[in-house]
Structure formats: C-alpha cells, structure tokens
C-alpha cells in the first residue's frame, strides 16, 4: 500500500524523540487514522499533504525543479494576520474562518473548518476511559513549563502538570483521568474537547508565536475565543471548577465528520 507524504512540524523531536511535541505529532497518527493507510514524513517540497499544526506558510516553498507543486491541505492554520496563501493548493479543510480568509484567490469550494487533532476522539473510541484520578490537569506549552503561574496551579490539591513532550496515548489518558484542564498549549484544549474535558486556555508568556491561531480553532464552532486566565486571575484560586466556570460544550461531532468527508483522495 502505497504510504501517504505528509509534512508536519518536527522541530528538535526529527532528532531527539524525547522533545517530539505531540500537537505537531498527532499529524501523521490522525492521518494514519483517518487513511487507513501508512504515513510517511516528507519536506515540503516532495510532500503531498500538509495536515495538523500552524504550517500553511510553507505551502510557498512546494516546488520541484523551480516549477510550483500543489498540495492537498487538511486542517492546516495561519500564525498572524499578515500570511497569504496561494489559492492553487487542494483546499479540502482548514483550521478556522481565520486562516480560511487569508486564502488568495479565494478557493470556489470553501474548505471545511476543524482541527484534525480533534479525531482524537475517535483514535480512543475503541479503548476504555481511563478512571477520574485528579482535579486538575495542567497543559503548559513548553516555553512555559517551568513558569511560577505553572507552580501555582500545581498548588491546587489533585493538580497533575502533563507534559507535551510526553508520548501522546500517555498524554491522552491523562486527559482523561482529569476533571478540569487548564491549558496554554492550543493541542491541550483541542484534545481536551475532544475527549470531553471542560477545559480553559492560560497566558502566562508572550514567547507562544501565535494567538490568532486559538482564536482561529474556535471559529470552526461558530463561537468566539472563550476569556482566557493569566497569572493574576489564578492568584488564590483552589477549587479547579472556576478556573473553568462556564465552559461551553463544542459540537465536536460536526465538526469531526465534516473533516472526515473532506478528507482527500490521495
């Protein structure tokens, strides 16, 4: 069976497997999933597919002997207001409406919107849910994993910090076995709704690139970015239920089959 070429973001994991980010790995698992067919990591230029993560701004560099390639696009975002993106690629599903209007020309089927590491869902479905054991799980991005608002949170009895570099099964399952999350890796609140955790996203750094990217994942609910926490609004907090108060469930199961009827024939 011949494998899909898909480009996702490895960053330092493509040589240490202990710094494999599981946002940006999910990629080839959800596709794999979805597929039924072998992945196999490609660069850009020989690759067919670019999937899960804030990537799209690569899209420029598919080409082969100087001539312009296109690329079947499956969930794939944009990190700020300024990216562009050329409107010759097979635009089958985009991350949110953000990214979706940054498209030139505009494609004449617009894609679907959803983040593909939404499927999560799915990739457990099979297995049983692992049994409530904390409070509170806590999801720093990794520029933020040694931060003071991150000791803070892990003050709150029943805390657990999950680590993104984790393997990603591990990482899930501990999703599951919390009762709240609190996140500021964008992956840590998509898997969390997914798998059905009220879930709520923290600032603590300027050091993440993108936050349009968060507000992008949320348009493919039809709803606006949730008021996120900083480290002054957990100051004195110890009951996890409000750090999440008011969370609004996602209609994940449209948008997950919207994303597996849009996936392409490659």
């Known amino acids: 069976m011949k494998p899909i070429k898909l480009y996702w973001w490895r960053g330092d994991g493509a ?13 080839p698992l ?17 690759a067919d597919l670019f999937a899960i993560g804030t990537i799209l701004k690569r899209e420029r560099k598919a080409r082969r002997f ?30 949110g409406s953000f990214t979706r ?37 806590i999801i720093p991005h990794f520029v933020d994993h040694d931060s003071a608002a991150v000791a803070q949170l892990l003050s709150i009895p029943g805390s657990r910090l999950i680590n993104v570099f984790s393997p990603i099964d591990d990482i899930l ?30 600032v603590i750094s300027g050091r993440i690139k993108s936050s349009e990217k968060f507000a992008d994942y949320y348009s ?16 004195g907090i110890t009951d996890p239920a409000e750090l999440v108060a008011d969370y609004e469930t996602r209609d994940v199961d449209r948008v997950c089959s919207d994303l597996i009827r849009a996936f392409p024939d490659l």
């Not at 040589?15 to 599981?22: I, V």
């Not at 969390?192 to 879930?199: E, F, K, R, T």
């Not at 493919?220 to 100051?235: D, R, V």
């Open 30 to 46: 959800m596709v794999e999933l979805v597929a039924r067919r072998p992945v196999v990591f490609a660069p850009v230029e020989q």
């Open 173 to 202: 399952a501990d999703v599951m076995r919390c009762h709240f999350i609190v996140s500021s890796s964008m992956h840590g609140l998509i898997v969390s709704d997914a798998l059905g955790i009220p879930n709520r996203r923290i």
């Open 66 to 95: 100087f001539l312009p390639r296109r690329l079947h696009i499956w969930g794939s975002g944009a990190g700020d207001a300024e990216e562009r993106f050329s409107g010759r690629h097979f635009y089958h599903a985009v991350r």
């Open 101 to 137: 209007e940054r498209i030139q020309p505009a494609p004449s089927t617009p894609p679907v919107l959803g983040d593909p590491g939404l499927l999560v869902r799915d990739y457990w479905s099979a297995r049983p849910r692992p049994e409530k054991r904390y409070s509170l799980g």
């Open 220 to 235: 493919a609910f039809g709803m606006k970015e949730p008021a996120w926490l900083n480290a002054e609004s957990i100051q």
């Open 15 to 27: 040589e240490n497997p202990a710094l494999q980010n599981f946002g940006d790995y999910l990629s």
